[in-house]
């Protein structure tokens, strides 16, 4: 077990690192006495130390210096004050996993002083145990500490390590805020029910069921989606009129710059952190 025998930091102990503890715990990785986590607010130590038996600390200095392996949940807005408290407490051998939207490795090393870094983007499913997480590992990442962020982001769910840090940027476009356009299909079928004359409440039942099994199905078939909606397309049926007016309003051009607005968003953070941490960095 790559886990096992280490100490575990999540600074900055919010809804993500919430699901990486109750995942790591749940799976069995490690104990409770294994994980340390920081938060400002003492409500919220107590409710992770009630519910889940771990140590929690105000500091996140003092979490990182304890631990082996330190998961950086914090807001990107937040990383140069934080790596102005924990960049002291790193030393060589431990492993910084970052699950900061945009943050680069670059803008990581520059706050934080370490190049054992590993950046990716979980996504919120990640809550249930079914997210997706892409991540990328600094050159300076051994084997075994490789193997130590593929245990910890499987404890979210599906987890894919890419050798182009660019490709977490896309993937923070595509499955990072990826709910995102799938609860805005789910709340647009579910009013279009409405305005049908279902009661909401069956509306959402239809929709998400509806959701929910094509996106198995699509999964344990293999097929490719336009196979799929081949199969359930016939010739001037519903689906076929459906699809008419879907294709009108420029369905699939809207997604593509809706995931194309992401990507840019995604590169202007990284770069507007990577300028804030360079100043931070510089001498005087």
């Known amino acids: 077990m790559p886990l096992t025998g280490l100490t575990i930091a999540t600074v900055g102990s919010g809804v993500m690192a919430e699901a990486m503890i109750a995942g790591l715990l749940n799976g069995e990785q490690v104990g409770p006495d294994q994980i340390v986590a920081s938060h400002p607010r ?4 107590a409710e992770l130390a009630r519910d889940y ?3 929690t600390l105000e500091s996140n200095a003092a979490a990182v ?4 392996l330190v998961v950086l949940a914090i807001k990107p807005q937040m990383l140069v004050r934080v ?25 990581l090393g520059n706050a934080l002083r370490h190049r054992q870094i590993v950046r990716s983007m979980p996504n919120t499913p990640a809550q249930l145990g079914k997210g997706m997480t892409v991540w990328y590992a600094t050159p300076e990442v051994t084997d075994a500490q490789r193997d130590q962020a593929r245990a910890l982001l499987g404890s979210l769910g599906a987890q894919l390590a890419v050798d182009d840090e660019k490709l977490v940027g896309m993937a923070t476009a595509v499955s990072g805020t990826g709910p995102t356009y799938v609860f805005l299909v789910m709340e647009a079928l579910i009013d279009a ?10 509306a959402h039942d239809l929709v998400i069921e509806t959701l929910e ?5 699509a999964k344990q078939s293999g097929l490719h989606p336009a196979q799929l909606r081949n199969m359930v397309t016939s010739p001037g049926g519903t689906s076929a009129a ?4 879907l294709e009108s309003g420029r369905l699939r051009t809207v997604l593509s710059e809706a995931v194309w607005a992401a990507f840019r968003r995604t590169e202007e953070l990284g770069a507007q952190l990577e300028q804030e941490t360079r100043r931070e960095r510089a001498p005087g």
């Open 53 to 55: 038996g771990v140590r």
């Open 193 to 202: 029910a409405v305005h049908l004359g279902f009661p909401r409440h069956v």
């Open 65 to 68: 210096e304890c631990a082996d």
């Open 42 to 45: 003492a409500d919220r130590r």
């Open 213 to 217: 099994g094509s996106t198995l199905f």
């Open 83 to 107: 790596g102005r408290e924990v960049a002291d407490g790193l030393r060589d051998g431990q492993l910084v996993i970052s699950i900061m939207a945009g943050a680069t490795t670059t803008a």
């Open 242 to 245: 459906a699809l008419h007016e």
